[in-house]
């Protein structure tokens, strides 16, 4: 349901799969065979598919396997979308498995590339699917597409982050944007607006009323941090600033960039209204803290746990006051896995398929909170009734208009916790931003002045 940020970098993917980042670099990555518009071209002679069990009602059908990065109730809602698919037809059976979170599937599926015995699906995250196309594993989806099913269905949003030099690779499915949570039950008892906070002022304003309300003897917080690249991208912009421009220069130790930690500084050791938290969500289900910056992914499980305890409002990332509000785009996308079977990849492609109908987006939205990848979905009646009885789900849905991807600085694993880290120096220890950020940005230039021509290269739809 979350995402998760720990991750081999690209280069160390690389060298990890024999191919050495010089070697292997994305200008010269690509099917070796062709662009998807023929069928020899996405085969993998010597690569098999991994172990799976067929249901006995659906021996005799093609199999193709799904390794899943969902758990719990993410899980759970793959497994009813697949039986639907299996039933739907005669010809084919889909088999989801659970491998944990992304994590884990990157690290399974690195294993898997080397062994050459790999599942016929994948789900990466937005900044990780990069890594895989660089050594030839996915499959280019262009010729599969018709009037029915292309990338025309999907939420434009999303559908430039899966296109790489004019062919798609990823087509969208659990994606999200981070969201600001709070405690609707304790802003009414403070007599404050329940619709949340709109700004960082707003939150100053509300913050006093708040801690006026004790919680095992102590002011109730206005806000636990995470040390999360993903909010401090929103945050940044939110301030007008950026982690870099488009010349690849990095810019988050800027004037603006100091500001915007400087103030969160300010909030947490000098006001006393916020704190660096272990699990930001679990202190705001137990009711410490009255508000936590989440993802959308979320808000179906936060909902079901705050249920009997307290009433749950979100509201857009807070901006400063006057600044456009943006936020980065998160999730994981569908891609096919290039073997030795035409076969079974393009049974693959009739899984996706079915995937991106409006009936199937939309129980993925409902069951998981994840917004609804195809344009059509929210215009389903359970969606509609959904947001009815919900509105929380419409603030998540309309809240896309301000999705936009993440800065050159947030496509590499590494990179991100290394801003993560900088957020929790200053969250957790109150170090001086100034300092914090120009340390960081040496670091985060240094790896983007290596990986330039590699982007610029790749022509990488997402950042146009």
């Not at 659990?174 to 007599?191: D, V």
């Not at 073997?339 to 991106?356: G, I, N, V, Y």
């Amino acid at each position: 349901m979350s995402r998760t940020l720990i991750t081999p970098s690209r280069r160390g993917l690389l060298t990890a799969m024999g191919l050495g980042a010089g070697a292997a670099g994305l200008a010269a990555c690509g099917s070796p065979l062709g662009g998807g518009d023929g069928a020899e071209s996405n085969i993998r002679d010597g690569f098999t598919q991994a172990d799976l069990t067929v249901p006995p009602e659906y021996e005799g059908r093609t199999p193709i396997l799904f390794w899943a990065p969902f758990t719990a109730e993410n899980y759970e809602v793959v497994t009813q979308l697949f039986t639907e698919f299996n039933e739907s037809q005669d010809e084919i059976v889909a088999i989801a498995e659970s491998v944990g979170g992304y994590d884990d599937l990157v690290q399974k599926f690195t294993a898997s590339l080397q062994a050459r015995t790999v599942p016929d699906i994948v789900c990466f995250p937005e900044m990780q699917w990069l890594q895989f196309h660089a050594s030839d594993a996915l499959v280019p989806l262009d010729g599969y597409f018709d009037d029915e099913w292309s990338t025309d269905v999907y939420i434009p949003n999303y559908v430039h982050e899966g296109i790489v030099a004019g062919e798609t690779f990823v087509v969208p499915f659990a994606r999200s944007t981070p969201l600001f949570y709070f405690n609707k039950t304790r802003y009414q008892e403070a007599g404050l607006p329940e619709e949340g906070p709109s700004t960082w002022e707003d939150l100053a304003e509300f913050a006093p009323e708040l801690a006026k309300i004790e919680v095992e003897r102590r002011p109730l917080s206005a806000i636990a941090f995470s040390p999360d690249a993903w909010h401090g991208q929103a945050d940044i912009w939110g301030f007008g600033g950026a982690n870099s421009n488009q010349d690849f220069e990095v810019t988050i130790n800027d004037e603006i960039g100091v500001e915007w930690l400087q103030w969160q500084r300010a909030f947490i050791h000098d006001a006393g209204y916020g704190y660096l938290a272990k699990d930001a969500g679990t202190d705001f289900q137990s009711g410490v803290t009255a508000g936590w910056r989440g993802s959308t992914a979320g808000l179906t499980g936060q909902t079901v746990a705050a249920d009997g305890k307290f009433e749950i409002g979100v509201a857009y990332m807070l901006s400063k006051e006057g600044e456009q509000k943006q936020v980065p785009t998160g999730g994981s996308g569908l891609s096919i896995v290039r073997t030795e079977s035409q076969e079974r990849q393009d049974a693959c492609a009739e899984l996706l398929r079915f995937l991106a109908g409006p009936e199937q987006s939309a129980t993925w939205h409902i069951g998981t909170g994840y917004v609804p990848i195809v344009q059509a979905a929210a215009e389903t009646q359970a969606v509609k009734d959904l947001v009815a009885e919900n509105p929380n789900y419409l603030v998540a849905l309309n809240q896309l208009e301000n999705a936009r991807t993440a800065d050159y600085t947030n496509w590499d694993a590494g990179r991100v916790n290394e801003i993560g880290v900088a957020q929790g120096r200053v969250y957790g220890d109150g170090s001086s931003p100034q300092e914090v950020l120009d340390s960081l940005a040496a670091e985060l230039q240094e790896g983007l002045d290596e990986d330039r021509e590699s982007y610029e290269a790749v022509d990488f739809q997402g950042w146009k």
